[in-house]
C-alpha cells in the first residue's frame, strides 16, 4: 500500500464552524506533513510531525490545530477560519526522518477547502 | 531559511527535450526533489538527488551541483501529457521547502 488518503475531498464551511480534515497513510512512515496550497503557487508547509510528535510549526495561525492521534493518522482541525484560508490542503508521508537517502514526499489527493 | 527559483513558464514542442532549473539558497541541505502537479491533481513526485551528479528515470532526469546550489530537470520526448506544473523541492532535515514551480505547456 503506497497510498495517502484524505478525506473530505471537498469542504464548505462557514467561518463559525468548527471542521476536521483526516489524513492516513499504511507505509510505516514516521514523518507526516500539512501542506497549504493556493491556486497557482507552490505548497507551503504548515506542520510537521514526526514519530508523532509535533517538530515543526511554521507560525500557522492557531485557528489550524493539528493532531496526531498514531502512526497512520494525522488530522487537521479547523475553527473560526477566514475565507482567505480556502485552499487545497495536502498531507504527506516520508519514510526518511534523518537519513538523507530518502527524498521522497508522498502526498495524497488533497482536500479542498471553501471557507464562506 | 530556504529560497529557491525556477523559471515561471516554459513552452516546447512533442518530442523535444526542455531543462527546468533550479536554484536555492539554504541553510541545512540535505537534498533536491522534483515535483510534477497535474491542474487540479497532487504533487506526485520524480526524482531526488542527494548527491552531485545525474539521476535518471525513464524520461526525466535531475542533476544536483551542491557547490553551486543548482539543479536541473531534463525531459526528454516531451508528450502532451507533460503538461503540467514542475516543483523543485529542498530537502532541509525533516522539511521540504518547494520552489515557485515552472508551468511547462508542450504544444503539438
Known amino acids: 500500500d503506497t497510498e495517502v488518503t ?6 464548505v464551511m462557514g467561518m463559525t464552524n468548527k471542521k ?36 515543526i510549526n511554521e507560525s500557522v495561525p492557531s485557528r489550524f490545530s493539528p493532531e496526531c492521534p498514531n502512526s497512520s493518522l494525522l488530522n487537521l482541525h479547523l475553527h473560526a ?5 480556502s485552499a487545497l490542503y495536502l498531507c504527506a508521508s516520508s519514510q526518511g526522518l534523518l537519513d538523507r537517502v530518502y527524498g521522497e514526499l508522498f502526498f495524497g489527493e488533497g482536500s479542498r477547502l471553501t471557507v464562506l | 531559511g530556504q529560497s529557491l527559483e525556477q523559471p515561471s513558464e516554459v513552452t516546447a514542442v512533442e ?9 536555492y539558497q539554504t541553510s541545512g541541505f540535505y537534498g533536491l ?4 502537479q497535474h491542474d487540479g491533481g ?10 552531485d551528479g545525474l539521476e535518471e528515470t525513464g524520461r526525466f532526469s535531475s542533476f544536483l551541483s551542491r557547490s553551486d546550489s543548482y539543479g536541473y530537470l531534463l525531459l526528454q520526448e516531451l508528450q502532451m501529457k507533460d503538461s503540467a506544473s ?16 515552472t508551468r511547462l505547456s508542450v504544444l503539438p
Open chain 1, 20 to 55: 476536521s480534515l483526516k489524513c492516513e497513510q499504511h507505509m510505516g512512515h514516521r514523518a507526516m506533513y500539512w501542506y497549504k496550497q493556493k491556486a497557482k503557487k507552490p505548497p507551503e508547509l504548515m506542520f510537521v510531525y514526526s514519530y508523532e510528535k509535533l517538530s
Open chain 1, 81 to 85: 477560519l477566514q475565507p482567505e484560508d
Open chain 2, 86 to 101: 514542475y516543483f523543485c523541492a529542498v530537502r532541509g532535515g525533516q522539511n521540504f521547502v518547494f520552489g515557485p514551480g
Open chain 2, 15 to 23: 518530442g523535444a527535450i526542455v531543462q527546468i532549473n533550479c536554484t
Open chain 2, 42 to 51: 497532487a504533487p506526485t513526485f520524480l526524482s531526488y538527488n542527494a548527491l
Open chain 1, 6 to 11: 484524505q478525506t473530505p475531498k471537498h469542504l
Open chain 2, 33 to 36: 526533489s522534483w515535483y510534477q
